[in-house]
């Protein structure tokens, strides 16, 4: 029929704009693309600070940015030790599947160490990265030389945020680098909101997150918009039967998002509204007629996810409550259908990050 016509036009059109809004937004701005990367710094005094090392890397390639996360991202673990009368320095890479190389470097000065793995490190982001200011090469490590104790290497951190160095005490925390993160989602849910029987509904939305600076990291607020779409549902009456159809826009506000096992499990707690056109339409009565009436909701939603990799597979719950509770009836009397005061939308959910 051409209502279930239009309902199959508009999922299709859900899935095309999912695929087009999968193409990295970067790349549409024409902007270069840096690889996100996560770097844990530990150094003697006498050694370069966190800030001149990150300085000497850019030096060499801005191809990169720092997040606060080593989740699913590649890992830099650098630490500069004195042991001796000589200065030990070294550098971990670590990719998400848990492959480590390393390179080591001993000199008299640290300075020369710190310069060493800066180029190192500068390398491993970027193959063609600028070396022409590139001191000279300290010198190898000797061979028959004792080997640096095994907690000159910063632990790696199952979850935390930027690294930092030691604080003197009472000294205030330093802010974290801001994190903007875009993800893109698709759900299948049910939902009791809209008529008096179950509606089987498809939903996408974008969602822009963020993690300000100098705020604690479950402070990570996140504003989406989408689209949900209900299936026909026909829902008889003792004067005949009716089938109605939901469309709506989505704008969904999450203030905080607490994080679990590592990092990888989000639970999310979220206000939604809806706006939109709730459609009815006589099925077995003469004179039959379709009628549109507009649509508004508010509520409150509970989300979780978890995360493997860049890829969430979730489910979440919205209690909802219209601002006017629709009544379809025939025109010889018998009530159709209502909206309830309070409805509920649950379903399934896969999130793929950007």
């Known amino acids: 029929m051409?209502?279930?016509?239009?309902v199959c036009a508009t999922a299709a059109a859900l899935v095309f704009a999912v695929c087009v809004g999968s193409r990295p937004l970067r790349v549409l701005a024409g902007e270069p693309e840096l690889e996100h990367v996560f770097v844990a710094y530990v150094a003697d005094e006498a050694c370069p600070s966190e800030e001149r090392f990150f300085g000497n890397v850019r030096r060499y390639t801005t191809k990169w940015r720092v997040v606060d996360s080593s989740e699913s991202v590649r890992s830099f673990r650098?630490?500069?030790?004195k042991h001796g009368a000589e200065h030990r320095g070294v550098l971990v890479i670590e990719t998400p599947d848990g492959k480590a190389t390393q390179r080591e470097i001993v000199a008299p000065d640290c300075e020369r160490v710190a310069r060493g793995l800066a180029v190192?490190?500068?390398?491993?982001?970027?193959?063609e990265a600028n070396l022409s200011e590139v001191a000279p090469e300290p010198e190898a490590p000797d061979a028959a030389s004792e080997a640096p104790e095994p907690r000159a290497l910063p632990p790696r951190p199952e979850h935390a945020g930027t690294p930092k160095k030691k604080e003197k005490p009472g000294a205030p925390p330093r802010a974290r680098e801001p994190v903007l993160?875009?993800?893109?989602?698709a759900r299948g849910e049910l939902t009791s909101a809209v008529?008096?029987?179950l509606a089987p509904v498809v939903g996408a939305a974008l969602e822009v997150r963020t993690a300000p600076p100098g705020v604690p990291e479950w402070?990570?607020?996140?504003?989406?918009?989408?689209?949900?779409?209900?299936?026909?549902?026909?829902?008889?009456?003792p004067f005949g039967s009716s089938e109605f159809s939901w469309t709506a826009a989505m704008v969904r506000l999450c203030p905080a998002r607490l994080r679990f096992?590592?990092?990888?499990?989000?639970?999310?707690p979220c206000a939604e509204a809806n706006a939109g056109v709730l459609d009815g339409e006589a099925r077995t009565t003469p004179a039959a007629r379709s009628v549109s009436t507009r649509w508004f909701d508010v509520g409150g939603s509970g989300r979780v996810v978890y995360r493997i990799g860049p890829v969430g597979i979730g489910a979440a719950l919205l209690a909802s409550a219209p601002f006017v509770r629709h009544r379809f009836a025939f025109a010889a009397g018998g009530l159709v259908s209502q909206a309830p005061a309070v409805g509920l939308t649950g379903g399934l959910l896969v999130e793929w990050r950007l």
Request: no cysteine; glycine share 4%.
């Open 181 to 185: 993160a875009i993800a893109l989602e």
């Open 219 to 237: 402070l990570a607020p996140s504003l989406a918009v989408g689209i949900r779409q209900s299936f026909p549902v026909v829902v008889d009456a």
């Open 2 to 6: 051409p209502r279930f016509r239009r």
């Open 120 to 127: 190192a490190m500068a390398l491993a982001i970027d193959p």
């Open 195 to 197: 008529v008096r029987d």
């Open 261 to 268: 096992a590592s990092g990888r499990l989000d639970v999310v």
């Open 78 to 81: 650098v630490a500069l030790r």
